[in-house]
């Protein structure tokens, strides 16, 4: 028994064609296909890296489970992806921390050790864990749609 089957392939006529035509399919992959993936990858680590303890001296807010503070800038073929949830209360009158001020302190601990702004933090790294997981499935995701 045979199988009949229709392979379509596009011919180009130069290769400045085919790399036009690449480039567009890897503007499609980077601004369609990883975007949510990303998010799903830095939701995970927001949730087993960040929410994986109960804080001993303040009220989690819950804010950045959801990954309604995710936001994209994107370039021609580059995603950056922020969390810019906001700090819970200002702590001295006059400066309410940014969502960069409190990823930063989330992921590396900076300012613990009871001499900071926010005392006794610790690193918990979901950005450059999320970081690992993306780089890997980036690369997935690019096998599979080009081989």
Same mark, same amino acid.
Request: aromatic residues 10%.
């Given at each position: 028994?045979?199988?009949?089957? #229709?392979?379509? =392939?596009?011919?180009?006529?130069? $290769? ?6 690449? !480039?567009?399919?890897?503007?499609? #992959? =980077?601004?369609?296909? %990883?975007?949510? /993936?990303?998010? @799903?990858?830095? +939701?995970?680590? %927001? ?15 819950? !804010? !950045?489970?959801?990954? *309604?503070?995710? +936001?994209?800038?994107?370039? @021609? ?8 949830? &906001? ?5 001295? &009158? ?9 990823? $930063?302190? /989330?992921?590396?601990? *900076? ?5 900071? =702004?926010?005392?006794?933090? $610790?690193?918990? &790294? ?5 970081? +690992?997981?993306?780089?890997? +499935?980036? %690369?997935? #995701?690019?096998?599979?749609? $080009?081989?």
């Amino acid at each position: 028994m045979y199988l009949n089957r #229709v392979i379509a =392939m596009a011919v180009f006529d130069s $290769f400045a064609e085919l790399e036009a035509h690449l !480039m567009e399919e890897l503007r499609n #992959v =980077m601004h369609n296909d %990883i975007p949510p /993936i990303v998010d @799903d990858i830095i +939701k995970e680590h %927001i949730n087993s890296d960040v929410y994986s303890y109960s804080p001993e001296w303040y009220t989690r807010r819950g !804010m !950045m489970q959801s990954g *309604a503070n995710l +936001k994209h800038y994107e370039g @021609d073929l580059s995603l950056l992806v922020t969390d810019e949830t &906001p700090g819970n209360t200002p702590v001295f &009158p006059g400066y309410q921390p940014s969502g960069a001020d409190l990823s $930063f302190i /989330i992921n590396t601990g *900076a300012q613990g050790n009871g001499n900071g =702004m926010w005392r006794r933090a $610790f690193a918990r &790294p979901y950005i450059d864990n999320a970081q +690992k997981d993306v780089d890997a +499935k980036v %690369i997935d #995701v690019l096998h599979s749609k $080009f081989g």
